[in-house]
């Protein structure tokens, strides 16, 4: 099983970035498609979710309105666009995949290699 993000770097506050995740390994279309994010010293936050089964998404409140999760299964991608970025967005972005319908908890099953972004002027 391979994750693999990118996308990230830094941008000024108030800006955009894109993250990409490909998947490979495992039934992409069969999976929940989830982004965490890290902090040193703090838990990981699931700020983005994608549900195969149901074809919904969940965000966390610190991102609700600003990012939006979407997935290609015809090419085993999943996207985190991030609008009116913040200096508190700054972290480490992680792509995850997890055969569970809705989960929303840290166990997902898969975890790919993070991706910094930094979000500074």
């Known amino acids: 099983v391979q994750l693999q993000a990118f996308g990230g770097g830094l941008v000024q506050p108030g800006g955009s970035l894109r993250l990409s995740c490909e998947a490979s390994?495992?039934?992409?279309?069969?999976?929940?498609m989830g982004w965490f994010r890290q902090v040193p010293g703090k838990g990981s936050e699931l700020v983005a979710a994608?549900?195969?089964?149901?074809?919904?998404?969940y965000y966390s409140d610190s991102v609700k309105g600003r990012f939006t999760i979407s997935r290609d299964n015809a090419k085993n991608t999943v996207f985190l666009q991030m609008d009116s970025l913040k200096p508190e967005d700054t972290a480490i972005y992680f792509c995850?995949?997890?055969?569970?319908?809705?989960?929303?908890?840290?166990?997902?099953?898969?975890w790919g290699r993070g991706t910094l972004v930094t979000v500074s002027s």
């Open positions: 994608n549900f195969y089964r149901t074809r919904t998404t």
């Open positions: 390994g495992f039934t992409f279309r069969l999976y929940t």
């Open positions: 995850t995949a997890d055969p569970r319908a809705r989960p929303l908890e840290v166990d997902y099953q898969y």
